[in-house]
C-alpha cells in the first residue's frame, strides 16, 4: 500500500474480526473498538443488533467523512446513542434519538440537533426503509437534505458540512437563541446554589474556628491547673508558712498540744 501523500488525513480503516465482532480501528487509536466495547445498555440483544447494523454501514462510508464526523459518529457509540427503550424497538418515533432531532408537539425539527451524525446513527439503527414508514422519518431525512444539500439524507456518503441558509437558517438562530436562554437560566440558579453552599462554608468554617478558640481557651487553662501542687507550694516558700500549714495539718489549730507540736517541729 503506498504511502498517504504528505498532509492527507489517513482513512479509517475497518475490519470484520468475526460474524458479530466488528472491529473499527481508526488513525485514533483512542477511537478504535469493537461491539463488544460498546455499552449495551438494558435491551441488550436488540442495542447489540443496531450497533452491528450501524458498524456495518460506517464501515462502507467512513472513507469518505472527515476526521471530526468519524470521531463524532464513533463518539455517539460510545455514549450509547444507538440504544433502545421498550417503544422504540418497533416504533422509531420513540427513540431518544429521534425525539431529539424531532418535535413531535409542533411537528418540526429541532435544528440544532438536525445533524449528518445524528441521522447516521438513526439509519443505521432502523435503516432508510423502516425510517421511511414511520411518523417522524420522512421529516427527519427532508430537513437534513436542507441543511446539507443534495440526497445525503438517502445515500449517506459525506460530501460537506451544513449550509445554514435561508429559512431554516432562521428557525435554526431561534431555537438557538432559546437554548442559549435556557442554559443561561440554569447557568444562574448554579451560580445561586455555589453562592448558597460557599455562605454556608463560611459559616462552618467561623463555627470550626470558634471551637478552635475555645479548645485553645480551655486546654490553656487546663494548663495552667496542671501542677496545682506546684502552685500551692509557691504559696508557702516561706519556712513559717510551712511550719503553720503542716502544724494545722497534725495538730489542728493553734494552741491545741503546742508541746506536741513544738517537739515535732524541733526533731531532728
Do not use: C
Not at 504511502?3 to 466488528?22: L, M, W
Not at 440537533?113 to 420522512?138: C, D, M, Q
Not at 427527519?140 to 439524507?153: K, P
Request: hydrophobic share 35%.
Amino acid at each position: 500500500m503506498a504511502d498517504p501523500e504528505p498532509g492527507a488525513a489517513p482513512a479509517t480503516v475497518v475490519e470484520v474480526a468475526e460474524e458479530d465482532d466488528v472491529v473499527i480501528i481508526s488513525d485514533d487509536p483512542m477511537n478504535s473498538l469493537t461491539v463488544e466495547d460498546l455499552p449495551m445498555g438494558v435491551l441488550k440483544d436488540d442495542n447489540k443488533q443496531a450497533a452491528i447494523r450501524i458498524i456495518e454501514m460506517f464501515k462502507e462510508k467512513a472513507p469518505s467523512m472527515p476526521r471530526q464526523v468519524r470521531d463524532e459518529i464513533l463518539d455517539l457509540l460510545k455514549k450509547g446513542a444507538f440504544h433502545h427503550n421498550t417503544s422504540s424497538r418497533t416504533e422509531p418515533s420513540h427513540h431518544p434519538l429521534a425525539e431529539k432531532m424531532w418535535d413531535r408537539q409542533v411537528k418540526g425539527p429541532w435544528w440544532y440537533h438536525i445533524t449528518y451524525e445524528n441521522w447516521f446513527v438513526l439509519v443505521g439503527i432502523y435503516g432508510l426503509e423502516k425510517l421511511e414508514r414511520s411518523a417522524v422519518g420522512p421529516g427527519i431525512r427532508s430537513s437534513i437534505e436542507r441543511r446539507y444539500g443534495g440526497d445525503i439524507g438517502i445515500d449517506l456518503t459525506w460530501r460537506n458540512h451544513p449550509v445554514d441558509q435561508g429559512q431554516h437558517a432562521r428557525h435554526l438562530l431561534t431555537q438557538l437563541a432559546a437554548k442559549f436562554g435556557e442554559h443561561h437560566r440554569t447557568a444562574d440558579q448554579l451560580q445561586k446554589t455555589v453562592n448558597k453552599l460557599q455562605k454556608i462554608a463560611q459559616k462552618l468554617l467561623e463555627q470550626r474556628q470558634r471551637g478552635l478558640t475555645s479548645h485553645d481557651q480551655r486546654a490553656s487553662q487546663i494548663a495552667e491547673d496542671d501542677h496545682p501542687m506546684k502552685n500551692w507550694a509557691d504559696d508557702y516558700e516561706d519556712d513559717d508558712e510551712w511550719e503553720k500549714l503542716a502544724g494545722y495539718y497534725y495538730f489542728g489549730n493553734e494552741g491545741e498540744d503546742d508541746d506536741e507540736r513544738e517537739n515535732f517541729f524541733t526533731r531532728e
